[in-house]
């Protein structure tokens, strides 16, 4: 009995990078120096009566290291998209060139730059958390195995898999933040 007792390792797995896709899309989301498309992404424009991504109502392009241009395709939208864009909380000011928003990417300070890596290290810290909320559940799995008679040998075995998986993800957050935190003090 206790040789079918397995621990589902691919399931944690799943679970932490899906904490990894998270926190890519966080720091995606974090404005930069630069112009990213990936800035307007959570954006939703209220098209034809529901909340629609911004990047579904038009084509998003990034044409200057420091422009972000959305060619919005129904002339209707125009202004609903750039009243969205105002209220997103990104701190840039939309411009109009017919169905064009043109978004400027104003330089950033230095106060700025710091107050943006300690929402990264926020960031990074909440996918931590997520990671090591998926090490307790595989740990409780690992207990309740043990209960149903898994021997100590299985025990040590799948307890130390789940920690060595979760080092890795915790070095992958790690690397992340470094890389993020490197991007946004670069001038």
């Given at each position: 009995?206790?040789?079918?007792?397995?621990?589902?390792?691919?399931?944690?797995?799943?679970?932490?990078?899906?904490?990894?896709?998270?926190?890519?899309?966080?720091?995606?989301?974090?404005?930069?120096?630069?112009?990213?498309?990936?800035?307007?992404?959570?954006?939703?424009?209220?098209?034809?009566?529901?909340?629609?991504?911004?990047?579904?109502?038009?084509?998003?392009?990034?044409?200057?290291?420091?422009?972000?241009?959305?060619?919005?395709?129904?002339?209707?939208?125009?202004?609903?998209?750039?009243?969205?864009?105002?209220?997103?909380?990104?701190?840039?000011?939309?411009?109009?060139?017919?169905?064009?928003?043109?978004?400027?990417?104003?330089?950033?300070?230095?106060?700025?730059?710091?107050?943006?890596?300690?929402?990264?290290?926020?960031?990074?810290?909440?996918?931590?958390?997520?990671?090591?909320?998926?090490?307790?559940?595989?740990?409780?799995?690992?207990?309740?195995?043990?209960?149903?008679?898994?021997?100590?040998?299985?025990?040590?075995f799948w307890s130390d898999e789940v920690q060595t998986l979760t080092?890795?993800?915790?070095?992958v957050v790690d690397k992340m933040l470094e890389g993020k935190q490197a991007e946004i003090m670069q001038v």
């Amino acid at each position: 009995m206790s040789d079918e007792i397995e621990i589902d390792i691919d399931d944690l797995q799943r679970r932490m990078d899906g904490a990894m896709n998270s926190l890519k899309q966080e720091f995606a989301s974090l404005r930069t120096g630069r112009a990213s498309a990936s800035m307007v992404e959570p954006i939703m424009v209220d098209a034809y009566g529901s909340p629609t991504p911004i990047n579904q109502i038009g084509t998003v392009n990034v044409p200057e290291p420091r422009m972000v241009t959305i060619n919005v395709w129904d002339k209707g939208l125009v202004s609903k998209a750039e009243k969205a864009i105002r209220d997103s909380g990104l701190g840039i000011n939309p411009q109009l060139n017919g169905t064009i928003i043109m978004l400027p990417i104003p330089e950033l300070n230095e106060e700025r730059r710091k107050e943006l890596t300690r929402v990264a290290a926020q960031y990074a810290e909440h996918a931590r958390v997520a990671v090591r909320n998926v090490r307790r559940d595989g740990m409780d799995q690992i207990k309740k195995a043990k209960a149903a008679g898994m021997s100590e040998d299985d025990q040590k075995f799948w307890s130390d898999e789940v920690q060595t998986l979760t080092d890795k993800m915790t070095a992958v957050v790690d690397k992340m933040l470094e890389g993020k935190q490197a991007e946004i003090m670069q001038v």
